[in-house]
């Protein structure tokens, strides 16, 4: 189109009233939904953008679609190595508190969800994941030197 500077189309909301597909008052926005959340990439702490799990915008998502009536239940789709405990632990707290309004939470393991990605999936009520999942719980090492013996 190039009045407009783009390619002719209609919005979803637009077809279905044009088609009469769904019967009124059944519009997507007023139907139950269930919120599908994907946390793919490292997990660090703050808001990111896309391609990055970060604490606070990934628990922002959570409670976003904890506060929607319209939700009944959250999937939270995860493909990531891990990252940060401490972003791991804020998104784990807001998947406890969608539970504790008494929706449902499923975690869906992609191919990697190791480290932080398996706590923040732990307090879901049902995780699914396929047998070539990587997966394993939070790792910590530590190195401690110990002088007593050097000198002999």
Request: aromatic share 6%.
């Amino acid at each position: 189109d190039k009045e407009e500077d783009t390619f002719r189309h209609i919005t979803f909301d637009n077809y279905l009233a044009s088609e009469k597909v769904v019967p009124e008052g059944m519009k997507p926005k007023d139907r139950d939904q269930i919120a599908v959340i994907v946390a793919r990439g490292q997990i660090v702490n703050g808001s990111q953008k896309a391609g990055m799990i970060g604490g606070d915008s990934t628990a922002k998502l959570i409670r976003d679609a904890r506060n929607n009536e319209q939700t009944k239940a959250i999937v939270l789709r995860i493909d990531s190595p891990g990252g940060s405990a401490f972003a791991s632990e804020i998104i784990r707290q807001e998947i406890l508190q969608a539970k504790e309004a008494g929706i449902p939470v499923i975690a869906s393991m992609s191919s990697v969800a190791a480290s932080g990605g398996y706590w923040i999936a732990a307090d879901a009520d049902k995780i699914v994941a396929a047998p070539t999942t990587i997966t394993g719980s939070i790792g910590v090492f530590g190195l401690l030197m110990t002088l007593e013996d050097s000198f002999a």
